[in-house]
């Protein structure tokens, strides 16, 4: 994307960049698996990165735990996701996706795991934190 393509993202309120960001991500991602997925991610800008790794991992956690996260294919992108988390400011949720890591094979402490991050999430706020990552980094983008 050009400086230009970005400036229009900073025009964007929080939910419409958003989706904006994971729509990028989508069409960036769409029909890959692998090591092409592997490549892709890494490529990807950073606030559509972030916000690829982040929306997959809540919406695995959110619909079967931990357990499912390190079961399906976006698990081997767990130390990504902490990343993306320390990046935005949430050190508890990243500190649990480590942990569970570490435990991945462990059914039973990763379902407890699942209980911690949804405590670790409340106490982060992580949401206003996600939105204000994004719109620096759009921002910086736009500015060139």
């Known amino acids: 994307m050009s400086p230009s393509d970005w400036s229009a993202l900073t025009q964007l309120d929080s939910a419409a960049l958003q989706e904006e960001l994971l729509r990028l ?3 960036a991602m769409s029909g890959l698996s692998g090591r092409a997925e592997d490549d892709a991610a890494s490529a990807l800008p950073e606030p ?16 079967g735990s931990l357990l499912a996260y390190f079961y399906n294919s976006h ?4 130390v990504q996701a902490a990343a993306a ?20 094979g462990d059914d039973q402490r990763l379902e407890e795991l699942t209980d911690e ?27 060139g």
């Open 85 to 104: 988390l320390e990046a935005i400011g949430a050190p508890r949720m990243a500190a649990i996706v480590r942990s569970a890591q570490a435990m991945s």
């Open 48 to 63: 559509v990165r972030v916000m690829w790794l982040i929306n997959w991992l809540d919406f695995e956690i959110a619909q």
């Open 117 to 143: 991050y949804w405590r670790a999430a409340d106490a982060d706020d992580w949401g206003p934190k996600l939105d204000r990552f994004l719109r620096r980094s759009v921002d910086q983008l736009a500015a």
């Open 75 to 78: 698990g081997r992108f767990a």
């Open 25 to 27: 991500s989508n069409d």
